[in-house]
């Protein structure tokens, strides 16, 4: 044997090749609970798979294989403020330990935004996918609000005109 070949099974990719290469001449491969008999088997659960090979001199040797699985979702905050008459744009801005493939957010008149700090200048619900390099996915949302408040100014709309023909001051 001169290559073993293990495998990791993640969100994004469910099935594994592993096996064995070698640069002798083989007339029979096995693998113990696997109905396969060739040197590379397809497998889509994590565990240890072991076979032999038997070369054309009648030489055996044994070997193993380890499928790994890392399905492990990334875990992410969100943090988000509120817009007002100081701040008419904010960030939102995604955190994690964990290492990331992409961030994308979905904002409100079909607005989307690319990487884990993105400047905002409209209240709404901004929802986010940050995927891991694993192929795995966290779904997580901010509810942004815009709390400007502007000073009121009464106007009537109606001026009397003094009957004397004076002017209004």
């Keep these: 044997i001169t290559k073993i070949i293990n495998g990791e099974i993640n969100c994004q990719l469910t099935t ?29 659960k994590k565990g240890s798979y072991t076979g032999s090979l038997t070369a054309f001199n009648g030489c055996k040797t044994n070997f193993t294989v380890n499928v790994t699985e890392n399905i492990k979702k990334p875990i992410i905050t969100v943090i988000g403020d509120t817009i007002d008459c100081q701040r008419s744009k904010i960030d939102l801005i995604l955190t994690t330990s964990d290492s990331l493939k992409s961030v994308v957010w979905f904002g409100p008149n079909q607005q989307v935004l690319n990487g884990k700090k993105v400047k905002i200048t409209q209240a709404g619900k901004y929802m986010v996918t940050a995927t891991g390099i694993n192929g795995c996915v966290t779904i997580d949302s901010v509810i942004i609000e815009d709390k400007k408040v502007f000073p009121f100014v009464a106007l009537q709309d109606t001026f009397l005109m003094p009957c004397n023909g004076d002017s209004v001051r």
């Excluded at 609970?33 to 060739?38: M, V």
């Design 16 to 44: 594994v090749s592993v096996g064995v290469e070698t640069s002798s001449s083989i007339e029979k491969v096995i693998w113990n609970n696997l109905n396969f008999n060739t040197l590379i088997a397809n497998v889509s």
